[in-house]
């Protein structure tokens, strides 16, 4: 494997460990919240990804893997729409 | 870091959308316009932010730099899922200011952080979308913006010690304008919640100053020889 191709393996990896491994503890802000009392005051909003999860699948791992690698090809489609805008 | 809607009060939150937006349009039309008329390198901006040095005459090069870009904001994006344990029952994940701004200057990397909130706020819902102004204040602004003239100004004296001041500050400056922010919409009071704020957010920083620290080191090997 050449070194482009790890530019790009290395996010989908840190994805993948990610949806295997990553801390469901929740983050500072919300642990100011919670021990502060104002954790209520949130607004939950719902989109199509809401928690780092994929709608229709049920396996929590290739949810948050799926979710994850959409994030990641919407960035890659969003500055190709802006690259393309420039030409 | 990602402040939900509901804790901030509406017309601070309105105030900052329109402080983003207007930050955004000024930074994106100074990159398009440096990305169309480049023929020099781009890339590799070590303390030297490359617009303004250009020349006329559309290359190749604009097209290099906006790949760049979108993978700086994929691994932006990818770390930011990563939440690491922190002390009791609390999490915490790079924000990746420093690393976007130290490898693509300081109006990309607000550009960069920029995208990935909204993409987050949009898709996500982390982070809420009123509260979007907020958070790209905070993470983008503060966070990748105003750290990189900190990276800047300790550069000549060595790069690890300017990661870390840039760090230290992006993480602590932040999580201070948060704190300002809730409080002015009287959400928490300043006083009580600073010292709790301050804490957790230092062992962040240092966690942000490690992770940045390899990641750069990483991601400056592996592109270097992909410049051809």
Known sequence: ?87 | MHIPDGFLNNNLAGCFVVGALGMLGYCLSKILKAATIFTGALMGNNGNSNIGSASFGFSDNASKYFQNLAIIAIWVFAFQMFNIPIQSATSAHLIGGVFAAVLAGPLEGFVIMSSVLILQGLFFSDGGILALGANIFNMAFVGSFLSYYIYKTFLNKNHYLAVFAACLFSVLTASLSCLIELSISGTVSFLTAFEDMMNMHLIVALLETGITLVLLKIFKNLTRDTDE
């Open chain 1, 1 to 87: 494997m050449n070194k482009k191709t790890f530019v790009i393996t290395i996010p989908i990896l840190v994805v993948l460990l990610a949806s295997l491994f990553a801390s469901k503890r929740p983050d500072t802000l919300e642990t100011i919240a919670i021990n502060y009392g104002f954790k209520g005051q949130a607004k939950e909003i719902s989109s199509l990804f809401t928690g780092y999860s994929f709608p229709f699948i049920h396996n929590q791992f290739m949810s948050s893997f799926c979710a994850g690698i959409m994030g990641l090809f919407i960035i890659y489609v969003l500055y190709k729409v802006v690259k393309r805008f420039v030409k």
